[in-house]
């Protein structure tokens, strides 16, 4: 984390100071010192501060210079430290909004933990004030929210070739919204108005693709009693959307192939072919190229399918709409089942915040569901998140902030203390499971967990 950086208006210099050793304590901090206030507020213009501290010689003089340094930056936390203290002085600058006030012959015992405790406050302050803001105004753009560099990236791409009939690859972990984004390029073409049809390429048995994709005719095969139109002709004006086009075995790969590029169908038992006009987006949870190599996915189909490609980012990539999403996702469920819960806490937050969600939006909009559901509070705790959720999220697995982060660091720190603890206790009790989890005070089965989480087995704590 980076150093905090103090401001210290001081009209004597700090040398000088009776706390003088206490601030050359503060030095490894970024501190600075002014000896006036016109000075003190040109540097507040210029630089952002964490702290102020102000120290007042005079008697009288404390409330009065607090004031002009609040007047050049009304956030700005600040200690006064004043030489002459009196409790009508007391009284003024903490009205005035000043965070703590010190005598001075005290300042040595007081001034670190006052800078500590307002740090704290601005952080918590900080952190609210991004969720205030995700609530205020999501973002949204044809149902999506979210604000992340990488969605407005994504956003820019549909926009810009939503018109044109394309044929789009939408590629993506499972849960990243593939889906949402093809109703959107749909949505924002002039095929808005003609169908979109969405087809699960893994969902339809094998024998009966080729007629649920071409239609057949009647008598085409036993059982084929009437007519019937095909997906791909239904699409007809429209969007057709093939969803997990992975899972496609390779002989429809060469019949749709066909179809892309004549833009022509033969249902099944035929003899003409029909023209229809669809555009086709695909979507993907699979690595498509390593299929090709494998032979799994023909190559001329892939390049075929993927004359523009739409990379969806997982949700840990998406930094800060973890909490928009979340909040967003809280609210709703709270209003569908008639609850008065709004939003999550900070801490369920900051949980929801360092996992890193394989399920990505799905999975996160299903933990806040049920935290909403189990709640029995107005904002749903750590306590109402599933245990792998929060296990996990102590254990170091990349944060959503990424390296460096806050949240990131105190999952590392987390997970180092997980370990250790875990370690000790099934020392203790050699290996016992059971009775380290009574040690512990915690369910049998989450303890399991957290020892699978960190490849714990309690055999090798048994004794030879
Ligand atoms: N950015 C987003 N904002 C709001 N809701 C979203 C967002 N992304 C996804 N969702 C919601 O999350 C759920 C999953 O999205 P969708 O079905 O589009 O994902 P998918 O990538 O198709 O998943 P799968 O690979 O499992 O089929 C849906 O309910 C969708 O509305
Ligand atoms: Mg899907």
């Not at 004597?12 to 003088?20: K, T």
């Not at 001329?300 to 996702?329: K, Q, S």
């Not at 254990?395 to 590392?412: C, I, K, M, N, V």
Request: charged share 30%; net charge negative.
């Amino acid at each position: 984390m980076r150093q905090p950086r103090i401001l210290v208006v001081d009209a004597r210099g700090a040398a000088g100071l009776p706390y003088s050793s206490l601030v050359a304590r503060l030095q490894p901090m970024d501190l600075r010192v002014e000896r006036s206030v016109s000075g003190a507020a040109r540097a507040i213009e210029r630089d952002a501060w964490d702290i102020g501290i102000v120290t007042a010689w005079e008697a009288d003089e404390a409330a009065p210079l607090a004031a002009v340094v609040r007047s050049a930056d009304p956030e700005l936390p600040l200690v006064v430290v004043d030489a002459h203290p009196t409790v009508a002085a007391t009284r003024q600058c903490l009205r005035a909004g000043v965070g703590d006030y010190l005598e001075l012959d005290h300042a040595e015992e007081h001034l670190e933990d006052a800078i500590a405790r307002l740090l704290t406050a601005a952080r918590r302050r900080d952190a609210a004030e991004v969720l205030r803001r995700a609530v205020e105004r999501p973002y949204t753009f044809e149902g999506f929210l979210g604000e992340s560099p990488a969605m407005r990236e994504v956003y820019s791409i549909i926009d810009r070739v939503a018109a044109s009939s394309v044929d789009v690859l939408i590629s993506g972990e499972t849960g990243t919204g593939k889906e949402l984004v093809a109703r959107a390029l749909h949505q924002r073409s002039r095929r808005a108005n003609a169908p979109f049809v969405p087809v699960d390429c893994g969902a339809i048995p094998d024998a009966l693709m080729e007629s649920e994709f071409f239609g057949h005719e009647k008598g085409a095969f036993t059982n084929a009693d009437s007519r019937r139109m095909g997906l791909v002709e239904f699409a007809d004006g429209g969007t057709l959307f093939l969803d997990e086009v992975g899972e496609l075995p390779l002989a429809l790969q060469a019949k749709l192939l066909r179809v892309l590029q004549e833009r022509r169908v033969r249902r099944v038992g035929a003899r003409q072919e029909t023209g229809v006009d669809v555009r086709v987006i695909a979507a993907t949870s699979r690595n498509l190229d390593a299929m090709v190599e494998r032979g799994e996915f023909r190559r001329d189909l892939l390049y075929r399918i993927n004359v523009v490609r739409i990379d969806l980012p997982p949700l840990r990539d998406r930094g800060d709409d973890v909490g928009l999403l979340a909040e967003y996702f809280a609210n709703r469920a709270a209003q569908e089942m008639g609850k008065p819960v709004s939003g999550l806490s900070l801490d369920a937050y900051q949980v929801l915040k360092s996992y890193h969600w394989p399920g990505n939006v799905r999975e996160l909009q299903n933990v806040v569901r049920r935290a909403v559901a189990l709640t029995r509070s107005a904002t749903p705790d750590v306590e109402d998140l599933p245990d792998e959720v929060v296990a996990a999220a102590g254990r170091g697995l990349p944060a959503a902030d990424g390296d460096g982060g806050f949240f990131a660091r105190r999952a590392e720190h987390v997970a180092k203390f997980e370990k250790q603890y875990l370690a000790e206790l099934l020392t203790r009790h050699h290996g016992d499971v059971s009775a380290a989890a009574r040690d512990a005070k915690l369910p049998r089965g989450t303890l399991y967990r957290l020892m699978k989480a960190h490849d714990l087995d309690g055999a090798t704590f048994r004794p030879k």
